[in-house]
Structures are given as C-alpha cells and as structure tokens.
C-alpha cells in the first residue's frame, strides 16, 4: 500500500514539473514572436521574471517531494514515538503542529529567495530583512495558536466517533468559512496596516457604486502594501456584515478614478454572482471527498509505515497528500473560476465602461509584469483567471493592434 501512496506522489510531482518545464519552454519561445500588450522591454522583463519563479517552484517542489519520501520512510514513526508525552491531546497537537513547522522551515529559504532575489531584481520587493522576519515570527504564532485549536478539536472528534471523518469535515469546513469571514481582520490586525478611504471624489464614486448593486460594506479601507510590495491589487474581504472593500495604496498610486470604479464594478460582479459563495462550496467538496478518503484508508498502510492509527499520525497524512488532492480538483475550480472571471468583467464594464475596465487591465499586467500568455497545460492546472488578452478580446479590444503582423495567433482561446 505505501508503494501505491509514494507512487501516486510521484506521478503528482513529475506532472507538476512537466507543466512547469512546458511553461518555461513556451515563454522563452512565445517571447520572440513580438511583443503583446507591452513595450518590447516590459515584455521580455515579464517573460523572464515569469521563467524565473517557475524555475524557482520546480527545484522547490523537488524539494518538497524529497521532504515527502522522508516523513514516509521513517521521519513520521519516529517524531511520533520520540514524542514521551503522557497527555494523549499534548502529544497529538506537538507532532501535528511539529510536521507543520519543519516543513515550514524546509520552505522557508525559498520565500526568502522570491522576496529578496527575484522580486527584488524586478523592483517588487520594499520589504526589509527585519520586515520578513517578522511577518514570518507572526505568521508562525497564529499557526501555532490557531493550529493547536484545530488539531486539538479534530483529534478528539477521531478518537470520540466512527464517522470522526464526516464531523471533522464539518468542523474544518466551518473554519474554512470562519477565515473568509474574518480574514481582512486578522490581516489587518498582524500584517497590513488598513486606513479608511478618505471622504472626495474617489470615496463618492465607489459609494455610488455599491449603493446601484446592493453591495453592504463595513467601510473602505486603504492598505499600505506599498511598504511590502509594488504590485497593484484589492481585494472585497468577508462575508456578512464583516465585508470590506480594501484597496492597496498602490492601485490608487496608478490607477485614474474611472479605472478604479471599472476594477471595483469587477469585484461586485463577483459579489453579484455569488462567486466567493461558490467557491466556499467547492472547497467544502474537495474537503469532503479527502475526508472521506482519509476516513477509509486501508489498515495495512498504517502497517507498513510502522505507526498507529491514532489522530496524529491521520492528521499527518492528511497534510502529506492534501497537494495532491488540491492538484487534482484544481482543475475543475479553474474552469469554474475562470468562467466566473468573464462575467465578472461584464458587470464591470457595465458599471464602470468597458474602455475604463480595458485600460486598468492593461495596466496591471504592465505594473505587476505578469506574462500575458502562458502554455495551455499551465493554464489548465494553475490559473484561476483567462489569460488577459481573451479577457480583452471579450471585453471588444484588438488585441492584433498590439501584436507584430508575422504572429498569427497570439492569444489561443483558453
């Protein structure tokens, strides 16, 4: 049965590279065929930088899948049994949360490496060492703090019921639920600093905005991402009465008026459509199906890799496989998503004008250096959002004005 597991493992990372490796051949091709949407310049900066993170995430996700091989070929057995802690809550909550953070660690070189060489080279990264360290301090605490909860409460749903796999499932999709609700806050509180919008012409027009579509806010607030990064973004936070509307300072930095409106008219066709609601509902079938899965696992693994079938060791092998869960499904919440997108981007040309909605795109694929095409095996298995230029093309603008007369199809339908 383990060689079945470690084999399924394999297969998860070899198709990752493979994708990644398809990805970076195709930028590096697609680069020369003329420049889409930007300066020739802009263009070649995006492509590199793009090849540059793929690179990075593939000796990462070997990495990772070393990592893996270790925790199933003894490292899970022995933090289990080195582990002499009488307390049987204790004991599961140290290990769970104990996987948690040495992986985090065997990860963390690589955050740094994105920050501080990658995103630094290509003028995103503002944040200083002392600033990441500190991020990274308090990102590790709440895991710790909130982990222990939630590994705590799991562990005495396993030991309390047969069907432990259908109530943990309850019980985690509703913290899935609880973080949607809650995370501008927390983000708020431990990371960005948030500052409500101030009252002129900006604040009227995006008021005027959610009052035409019913959308319900407890503020507008501004971020100061600026301090951590150059890249434009914004986001509508929570559900409820805790929903915000948080724009980063960088997006007012570079966007006009009408161009914010056309972005934010975007965010509340999401808001329209229930699309934050749809997607909590697939999450839930993913969590569904894995602990299902986990629920039903066959005793002779357990066996083979030298362990009990006690809540730790459950949790830790839910956390093992679940990227490879994640993989799998994420194709289907691509499509979903990537649907979703499109519509998304009518409403926002419906309230804010297709040409407003146009120009900010464009934008943000120049400020942020995002590459605007990509292989489709890619865009199968990572993207959550059509490739810019068909979002263009949808919203009627010529994407072959901006593309040399020798590339026939710059822009393959998604």
């Not at 047969?162 to 985690?172: G, N, T």
């Not at 809650?182 to 990371?191: D, E, K, Q, S």
């Not at 101030?198 to 604040?203: A, H, I, M, Q």
Request: glycine fraction near 8%; proline fraction near 4%; hydrophobic fraction near 50%.
């Amino acid at each position: 049965m383990i060689a079945t597991v470690i084999g399924i493992y394999t297969l998860f990372i070899f198709i990752r590279l493979y994708v990644s490796v398809m990805q970076i051949g195709y930028i590096n091709q697609i680069k020369r065929k003329g420049a889409v949407l930007m300066g020739e310049k802009e263009y070649l900066d995006a492509a590199a930088y793009a090849v540059a993170k793929e690179k990075l995430g593939m000796v990462e996700t070997f990495v990772e899948f070393l990592l893996f091989l270790v925790w199933m070929g003894g490292m899970m057995a022995w933090l289990d049994s080195a582990l002499a802690i009488e307390s049987e809550a204790l004991h599961t909550i140290i290990a769970v949360i104990g996987m948690v953070i040495i992986n985090a660690l065997v990860q963390l070189p690589f955050g740094w490496i994105a920050k501080f060489k990658i995103d630094a080279q290509y003028g995103f990264n503002r944040s200083s060492g002392a600033q990441f360290i500190k991020d990274t301090l308090v990102g590790t605490v709440l895991t710790i703090v909130i982990g222990s909860l939630i590994v705590w409460i799991v562990s005495m749903i396993i030991t309390s019921s047969e069907l432990w796999w259908l109530w943990s499932f309850a019980f985690i999709f509703a913290v899935v639920i609880a973080i949607n609700m809650f995370f501008p806050t927390i983000r708020a509180l431990f990371f960005d600093k948030v500052t409500p919008l101030e009252n002129g012409e900006l604040r009227e027009k995006i008021e005027e905005l959610m009052n035409k579509t019913g959308f319900v806010s407890s503020g507008i607030f501004v971020s100061d991402a600026s301090k951590r990064d150059a890249r434009l973004n914004a986001y509508f936070g929570g559900l409820g009465k805790t929903k915000r509307v948080v724009l980063f300072d960088t997006l007012i930095e570079k966007l006009s008026p009408s161009e914010l409106i056309a972005v934010l008219g975007h965010e509340l066709g999401h808001f329209a459509h229930g699309d934050l609601y749809k997607n909590i509902a697939m999450v839930g079938v993913m969590l569904f199906g894995m602990f299902a899965v986990f629920g039903n696992l066959p005793e002779t693994l357990y066996l083979e890799l030298g362990v009990s079938q006690s809540p730790q060791i459950v949790m830790m092998l839910f956390i093992l496989l679940l990227p490879v869960v994640s993989f799998i499904m994420m194709p289907l919440m691509g499509m979903m998503s990537r649907h979703n997108e499109y519509e998304a981007d009518r409403r926002g040309a419906e309230l804010g004008g297709a040409e407003h909605l146009v120009n900010a795109l464009k934008k943000l694929v120049a400020e942020n250096k995002s590459f605007p095409l990509s292989h489709p095996l890619y865009r199968f298995f990572h993207t959550t959002h059509p490739p810019v230029v068909d979002r263009l093309r949808a919203l009627g603008y010529d994407i072959r004005a901006t593309v040399d007369e020798g590339y026939p199809d710059p822009c393959p339908n998604d």
